[in-house]
């Protein structure tokens, strides 16, 4: 199986590097490559994928969440 990474950019988009499937809301598949920029800020003209809008618009991302810090029930 061939590894899949996600890079959270601060402020900008999620870059996803390797293999993986995308599809639309009807269940169509999308077209993909090797490495796959998407949109995090909701702005996006080429949604879901990342067209720099972010930039342009002065998106704030909320903090990250720390690894280990979730309540335990």
């Keep these: 199986m061939a590894d899949v990474t996600i890079e959270v950019r601060p402020n900008g988009p999620y870059i996803i590097n390797g293999p993986i499937e995308l599809h639309d809301t009807n269940g169509n598949a999308l077209p993909t490559q090797a490495r796959v920029v998407l949109c995090r800020c909701g702005a996006s003209t080429k949604k879901p994928f990342c067209d720099g ?17 979730a309540e335990k029930d």
């Design 53 to 69: 809008t972010h930039s342009k618009i002065g998106f704030q991302a909320a903090a990250q969440a720390v690894p280990g810090s």
